[in-house]
């Protein structure tokens, strides 16, 4: 887990920075650190379930949220998210069909996409058992790191 002077340094970090977002988890502890400067396109409210320390709070330049679960997920669908920045593709390469389709049954282990950042391709895996219901992405596309990628009916 991550000491507050650890947390602080994110936030400076992501203050002096164009990044948007930085997500940290360790176990049930997750951790969101959003940039609200003017040049941010995206200023979506978010809802925190814990309370955000007092030191943060008065910086009034991020947000840090503690939760366990996301309660937007429900058992009727599952969202899989972005790791990471990075160029998405849906086939590991352009003659090769696409790694799933909506109506596929898929596993935790099973590849959906993958992501290629600085010339490294990193495999995005389903992370839950079901059904995929609907890919939210189109190949080619950059994607930000936790955009919804696919929803999933789990089984």
């Known amino acids: 887990m991550l000491s ?3 947390i602080i340094e994110i936030i400076k970090y ?4 164009t990044v948007d977002e930085v997500h940290y988890e360790h176990d ?8 609200q400067n003017p040049e941010s396109e995206k200023s979506e409210p978010q809802e925190a379930k814990a309370q955000v320390p ?3 709070a008065e910086r009034g330049q991020e947000d ?6 996301d309660a937007q997920e429900t058992q ?9 920045v990075g160029m998405f593709y849906s086939s590991p390469s352009p003659d090769d069909p696409a790694f799933i389709q909506v109506g596929d049954a898929v596993k935790e ?16 895996h389903a992370d839950v058992n079901g059904e995929i219901t609907e890919i ?19 089984a």
């Open 4 to 6: 507050s002077k650890e």
């Open 14 to 17: 992501v203050d002096g920075s």
């Open 28 to 35: 049930s502890f997750v951790v969101k650190v959003k940039n």
């Open 54 to 56: 007092t030191a943060v």
């Open 64 to 69: 840090l949220i503690s939760e366990a679960d």
């Open 76 to 84: 009727e669908s599952y969202t899989v998210k972005a790791p990471m």
């Open 109 to 124: 282990e099973t590849v959906v996409c993958c992501l290629e950042a600085m010339k490294m391709f990193n495999d995005v």
């Open 136 to 154: 939210l992405v189109e190949n080619g596309d950059l994607v930000e790191f936790g955009q919804p990628l696919f929803t999933v009916k789990p």
